[in-house]
């Protein structure tokens, strides 16, 4: 070495800018490097920042008991969430599960991205973040948590997240019912069911609804999974069963035309798209989308039938039967209403004890009447 030669000037630059990859999670589609990120600001201590967003549903999954014995249903137990690694692994801009874990575990904070949520959208917003926390408190229990909400650039650090808190008792709700009508419900739906029967196979109507409803058939025959493990739809099944003649010829026409301006009608129970139930609870307004999926459901399934020449509707035999084969208790208009928060829709965790045992009850009910 020659200490009179000053070779600094000649000498690449140190690089200091180098980015920091950071996982963040987002109720969005969008995966992989999302640049919609670009414009949004982290606490200092993470320097420069490569965020790597996972899609909340896309990418994780409630976890289902598997096998578990016909005699043990019904049950209910607290939501865990499984790593849906197949849809990492072979997505090309994203790395390994393994990776990704041992991205987030080394993380300090677990990364929550709301800000497309309104403020006063409390329900998406407050689910979204009931099942981030599932999430969280899953794979790494106790880590701090990074949020940033609606209108801002800005991810702050959150003790924890109140809003989660308020929609834990939904996210139990949903899932437990979900496990136990898989379980119980479709044993009863597969008595009735006849892929003989199936009316929309005779190519009548618009093909965006047999589309639809030969989804829905594929979806449950393949995978086990129908709309029936929503809470609201075999209510809609029922209110269905209520409707007069009149509203099954509007109901016709709603559902077979896509621009149609008119509303569901179904007996007393839906009322120009307000679900009323048994008039016990305030009304709450019932997406035209949901009845869509519902009506899709049900004709996919061949729990209902169409008549193209009155231009009407009506129950199946398959779907007589099957709500025939229901207990008197499972016929329950209100149980959208009974545990959740009137101005938010959402059910908190303190009622979650009363959750258990109404869903204990509503399921051990509908087992024993169809066995």
Not at 90 to 117: A, C, I, Y
Not at 136 to 142: E, L, M, N, S, V
Not at 211 to 233: C, D, I, M, Y
Not at 307 to 324: I, P, T
Request: aromatic letters at 12%; a neutral charge.
């Amino acid at each position: 070495m020659n200490p009179a030669v000053d070779i600094s000037k000649y000498l690449p630059p140190v690089h200091t800018n180098l980015k920091t990859s950071l996982v963040v999670i987002r109720p969005s589609t969008e995966y992989g490097q999302d640049d919609t990120l670009e414009s949004a600001t982290f606490p200092e201590q993470f320097g420069t920042v490569k965020p790597i967003c996972l899609h909340s549903v896309k990418h994780f999954k409630f976890r289902r008991p598997n096998d578990l014995p016909w005699t043990h249903w019904p049950v209910t137990f607290p939501q865990s969430m499984s790593l849906a690694s197949a849809e990492i692994d072979e997505n090309g801009r994203l790395p390994s599960s393994g990776t990704v874990l041992h991205m987030m575990q080394s993380q300090s904070h677990f990364v929550l991205d709301l800000k497309w949520f309104h403020p006063d959208h409390h329900y998406s917003r407050g689910f979204e973040s009931a099942r981030a926390v599932v999430i969280r408190d899953t794979f790494f229990p106790g880590k701090p948590l990074l949020i940033r909400h609606a209108k801002t650039n800005e991810f702050v650090e959150v003790r924890d997240l109140d809003l989660g808190a308020a929609a834990a008792g939904t996210m139990h709700f949903n899932q437990n019912y979900s496990n136990n009508f898989r379980a119980i419900g479709n044993e009863i739906l597969r008595k009735f069911y006849d892929n003989n029967a199936l009316q929309y196979t005779q190519r009548h109507g618009w093909p965006i609804q047999r589309q639809n409803a030969h989804h829905a058939n594929e979806t449950w025959r393949k995978q086990g999974f129908s709309r029936l493990e929503f809470p609201h739809v075999l209510q809609h099944l029922f209110a269905f069963r209520e409707a007069s003649d009149d509203d099954h010829r509007h109901n016709f026409m709603v559902y077979f035309d896509l621009f149609s301006k008119e509303k569901f009608t179904w007996g007393s129970r839906l009322v120009s798209e307000q679900w009323i139930g048994s008039g016990k609870y305030p009304s709450r307004t019932n997406a035209r989308q949901s009845l869509w999926h519902s009506m899709d459901c049900f004709w996919g399934l061949g729990l209902i039938e169409f008549d193209f020449v009155q231009k009407s509707m009506h129950l199946s035999k398959a779907g007589e039967g099957f709500l025939n084969a229901m207990h008197r208790t499972n016929d329950d208009p209100d149980c959208m209403f009974r545990f959740a928060d009137s101005a938010t829709n959402l059910i908190p965790a303190s009622e979650i004890p009363r959750i258990d045992d109404w869903m204990l009850r509503f399921f051990r009910k509908m087992k024993q009447k169809s066995t």
